[in-house]
């Protein structure tokens, strides 16, 4: 261990096996004789705590200035010490806190370190943080380096990750269902995505995770849909979890994010993901990295609301359907969430266990005809025609406009903040609406395309 000009002791810089020397592990640091405290245990001293405690203080030790909320940081570049016998590659510590201290942001950075000790923190793994969930993706199979990968549906740019991969490495596909002693090998990687986009339908992890090991393979998980407190992957047996940090981490449809977390039985991957990170250049910016620390802020209170809400809409749109009254039961063949998984949800069944505090904000609806899936985002006020989701604003995507594979008669919901009755009712008018359209077409008037103003005035 090398000492500082303030006594403290700092570890020696990480020499990476990718390319020698050119990136540096987060600082060690001790206070003299006793064990090293990593900035991984730092961020993890709050696990105890609400996740709002977490959300909020997790971060607290990478403190160096009186302000309460955090400085944003812009610099790409950080000075190193001007006394020539305190130069060492790779580790420019920082006098003022040694846990926070850089040399380059494609390395590490001010904003982007403070994220990944909140993420480290609340979802129970060493985390880091990716210019976007595919990135993240890209950098996991990169890392692992498999042969094979079962996976199942779910999103569409995942597909497209492997298909790149697979020019370069061979990487092939088998699917979820298929018998692993058979087609897949040690080292291989079953990707289980949970819940599964674009229905928010769950599966079982447990399950997975059996299987996967039985055979020596690799469970990654992409939890983008089910964010804390909704599911903890590793409790159930996952090596490594992905997210979207777009959606609900950032939470305001304002930035790009990805991040994966790495069980920590497996000890040294982040440190040979972020030598990895280094070159593949897919850091985080800097605003990003700060906008994702402000956003993580109020992740409890609005993931918790966003997923009740979408719950009571769910069952609504499913007892109508059920009932075929009315004009969703008109309109709609079919509802799917993961709360409407009843097999599954029976006492003593695998889905309540997994996601005991809620399902997910992410519902899918099924209309009788593609036309009018095309036609009703048009009719919705408070419901966006967007994609992404997670956002504090609910969405609504005719899903056929970003994924050319799906049911061209589905759309897909993401429930934000307004509020389960404001929600249900702009969807009663924008059914009526579309009703009255099509009528009116049927009748060879041409109508305008809108419905009642719930938010008042003409």
Not at 249 to 255: A, R
Not at 344 to 349: A, Q
Request: net charge negative; with cysteine; charged share 20%.
């Amino acid at each position: 261990m090398a000492g500082d000009s303030s006594g403290v002791s700092v570890q020696e810089p990480a020499q990476p096996e990718l390319i020698e020397g050119m990136a540096h592990e987060n600082p060690v640091v001790t206070g003299g004789e006793t064990e090293p405290v990593t900035a991984t245990a730092l961020a993890s001293r709050f696990q105890h705590l609400s996740l709002s405690a977490q959300t909020i203080h997790a971060d607290d030790f990478l403190n160096s200035h009186q302000s309460v909320a955090p400085p944003m940081h812009v610099s790409t570049t950080f000075r190193y010490s001007r006394d020539p016998d305190e130069l060492r590659p790779w580790a420019n510590i920082n006098p003022n806190n040694p846990y926070d201290s850089h040399v380059y942001s494609r390395d590490t950075a001010p904003n982007t370190t403070r994220l990944e000790a909140v993420l480290t923190s609340i979802l129970h793994g060493p985390s880091l943080s990716y210019s976007s969930g595919l990135s993240a993706f890209h950098a996991l199979l990169v890392h692992l380096n498999p042969r094979r990968i079962a996976i199942g549906g779910g999103y569409h740019g995942c597909h497209g990750v492997i298909a790149l991969l697979s020019k370069l490495t061979g990487l092939t596909t088998v699917p979820l269902d298929a018998n692993f002693d058979t087609e897949l090998q040690p080292g291989d990687v079953v990707h289980v995505e949970t819940p599964l986009n674009p229905t928010g339908e769950a599966r079982d992890l447990a399950y997975y995770a059996e299987k996967a090991h039985a055979r020596g393979c690799w469970l990654t998980v992409d939890a983008t849909f089910a964010p804390p407190p909704l599911l903890d992957p590793f409790l159930w047996g996952a090596d490594a979890v992905m997210h979207s940090g777009t959606k609900y981490f950032g939470g305001h449809s304002d930035m790009l994010c990805g991040v994966l977390a790495i069980n920590p039985k497996h000890g040294d991957w982040i440190r040979k993901l972020r030598e990895e990170r280094l070159v593949l250049g897919s850091v985080m910016g800097s605003f990003e990295g700060w906008l994702g620390v402000r956003s993580l802020r109020t992740l409890e209170v609005r993931v918790r609301k966003q997923s009740a809400d979408a719950e009571k809409l769910v069952q609504w749109l499913a007892g109508e359907v059920k009932s075929k009254n009315g004009v969703v039961g008109e309109e709609v063949a079919e509802v799917k969430h993961a709360s409407l998984q009843m097999e599954d949800l029976k006492e003593g069944g695998w889905l309540r266990r997994q996601m005991p505090n809620g399902f997910g904000p992410v519902f899918a609806v099924y209309m009788r005809d593609a036309d009018d899936a095309r036609r009703l985002p048009s009719k919705l006020q408070l419901f966006h025609h967007a994609t992404s989701l997670g956002g504090v604003e609910s969405l609504v995507e005719w899903r056929a406009m970003t994924d050319a594979g799906v049911d061209k008669r589905l759309l897909r919901f993401s429930v934000g903040l307004e509020g389960f009755e404001d929600l249900r009712d702009d969807l009663i008018q924008g059914f009526e609406a579309l009703r009255t359209e099509r009528a009116a077409r049927e009748s060879g008037v041409k109508k305008v395309a809108g419905g009642a103003n719930i938010l008042g005035g003409v």
